[in-house]
T-cell receptor, first 113, second 116 residues
Framework: AQKITQTQPGMFVQEKEAVTLDCTYDTSDPSYGLFWYKQPSSGEMIFLIYQGSYDQQNATEGRYSLNFQKARKSANLVISASQLGDSAMYFCAVYTGGFKTIFGAGTRLFVKA | GAVVSQHPSWVICKSGTSVKIECRSLDFQATTMFWYRQFPKQSLMLMATSNEGSKATYEQGVEKDKFLINHASLTLSTLTVTSAHPEDSSFYIC????????????FGNGTRLTVT
């Protein structure tokens, strides 16, 4: 079974600074996908970035990058140049076969002006 | 992009009644949909996997007689909370499986259920 661990329940970051949100995972499947989602207070799930288990390079999407360390089973999200609108819950997720996706506990990010 | 519509966005019902939540894929066919439950300030907990034309697969600890899932067509899955109680109050969110493995799930906007 898959497991996702996010050890930071809450994080503060100053506007325009970078922040790293931690995520470790555990799965016995050799092929898997890792995702990060953002959930604002309105509740919708917003996809941010994807990393495949066989991808050699770290994924990047605009201000988001994923620091993928496969041997350590780590998939940290880095948000550069934080904006006030980045304040939200952030979830790390893993899926294996069949698209069944399991989510971590989440990290609430607060961006300070 | 793929759109998933979830209805209603919020519902208040009395204890003992049943509530149906619909999840529709608007511009694509979804053979597999997932239902999640989220308590305030907590993570999304997978309740069940809904497969078109077959019985849903429930996660451990989820009462299948309590949470009835029907996936009668390639574009519609429904979750019915039967004989609802206040402890069933929660945020329910559906998602549809993407077309290929590197794509994220397509989420509905969720349904906030309050049972009084």
């Amino acid at each position: 079974a898959q497991k996702i661990t996010q050890t930071q329940p809450g994080m503060f970051v100053q506007e325009k600074e970078a922040v790293t949100l931690d995520c470790t995972y555990d799965t016995s499947d050799p092929s898997y996908g890792l995702f990060w989602y953002k959930q604002p207070s309105s509740g919708e799930m917003i996809f941010l970035i994807y990393q495949g288990s066989y991808d050699q390079q770290n994924a990047t999407e605009g201000r988001y990058s994923l620091n993928f360390q496969k041997a350590r089973k780590s998939a940290n999200l880095v948000i550069s140049a934080s904006q006030l609108g980045d304040s939200a819950m952030y979830f790390c997720a893993v899926y294996t076969g069949g698209f069944k996706t399991i989510f971590g506990a989440g990290t609430r990010l607060f961006v300070k002006a | 992009g793929a759109v998933v519509s979830q209805h209603p966005s919020w519902v208040i019902c009395k204890s003992g009644t049943s509530v149906k939540i619909e999840c529709r894929s608007l511009d694509f066919q979804a053979t597999t949909m997932f239902w999640y439950r989220q308590f305030p300030k907590q993570s999304l907990m997978l309740m069940a996997t809904s497969n078109e034309g077959s019985k849903a697969t429930y996660e451990q600890g989820v009462e299948k007689d309590k949470f009835l899932i029907n996936h009668a067509s390639l574009t519609l899955s429904t979750l019915t909370v039967t004989s609802a109680h206040p402890e069933d109050s929660s945020f329910y969110i559906c998602s549809a499986a993407p077309g290929h493995s590197s794509s994220p799930l397509h989420f509905g906007n969720g349904t906030r259920l309050t049972v009084t």
